[in-house]
Nanobody, 127 residues
Framework: QLVESGGGSVQAGGSLRLSCVAN????????LGWFRQAPGSEREGVAS????????HYADSVKGRFTISQDNLNNTSTLDMNSLKPDDTAVYYC???????????????????????WGQGTQVTVS
């Protein structure tokens, strides 16, 4: 069970921090990703991180503006979003699963269906 929070409305250029809390233990679910879906669009991978460490991965559209982090002790992931643009408007979801890093990257890039555990989403609106 994953629960996102922190969405809201912000003007272009502003910032938001999204949080994802697991009601159970992240342990064993090595891949954590953030996705977004705008009306009429497919779900898009935004960023992913591997619990064992390593360099997070970001979609080109958010690189340099978004930062993903994971706190395994508190079963929490955050997505810091800066320099927000109207194109960032979407429902944002966190997702996790027991995947190796290569498959985790595939999930973020084009195959979100590889991840089994999803939150309910939080709306981000940039005007």
């Amino acid at each position: 069970q994953l629960v996102e929070s922190g969405g809201g409305s912000v003007q272009a250029g502003g910032s938001l921090r999204l949080s994802c809390v697991a009601n159970d233990d992240f342990h064993g679910r090595y891949c954590l990703g953030w996705f977004r879906q705008a009306p009429g669009s497919e779900r898009e991978g935004v960023a992913s991180i591997y619990a064992a460490g390593g360099t997070p991965h970001y979609a080109d559209s958010v690189k340099g503006r978004f930062t993903i982090s994971q706190d395994n002790l508190n079963n929490t992931s955050t997505l810091d979003m800066n320099s927000l643009k109207p194109d960032d408007t979407a429902v944002y979801y966190c997702a996790s699963d027991r995947l190796n890093w290569g498959v985790c990257l595939q999930a973020t890039a084009s195959r979100p269906q590889l991840l089994s555990f999803w939150g309910q989403g939080t709306q981000v609106t940039v005007s």
